[in-house]
């Protein structure tokens, strides 16, 4: 299983980006996706995920700004991200829980959002 993460780049504030992850190779069922951001000096954190029939969750800091969505029949989870702020500079990280033989999280590479004028 490979997950491709891909829509980073620069914007400024008050911008928007749209983030896409890719889920391929022999999936039984893909049960949870969502978006992690790392900002230097910072740990880990969830941005949003979303759940098999739809059921989403969002850090607080992007609740209202951020919507995370899900395309099954492609295997693709998407963040569109609006009023970007400077502190939501960090490097985006696509995570799943995939069912093969049994449910395994999978990370797939980071891509850098910088928001910055």
């Known amino acids: 299983v490979q997950l491709q993460a891909s829509g980073g780049g620069l914007v400024q504030p008050g911008g928007s980006l749209r983030l896409s992850c890719a889920a391929s190779?022999?999936?039984?069922?893909?049960?949870?996706m969502g978006w992690y951001r790392q900002a230097p000096g910072k740990q880990r954190e969830l941005v949003a995920l979303i759940i098999t029939g739809g059921v989403t969750n969002y850090a607080d800091s992007v609740k209202g700004r951020f919507t995370i969505s899900r395309d099954n029949a492609k295997n693709t989870a998407y963040l569109q991200m609006t009023s970007l702020k400077p502190e939501d500079t960090a490097i985006y990280y696509c995570?799943?829980?995939?069912?093969?033989?049994?449910?395994?999280?999978?990370w797939g590479q980071g891509t850098l959002v910088t928001v910055s004028s």
């Open positions: 995570n799943a829980v995939i069912t093969i033989d049994v449910p395994k999280s999978y």
């Open positions: 190779g022999s999936i039984t069922r893909i049960n949870v």
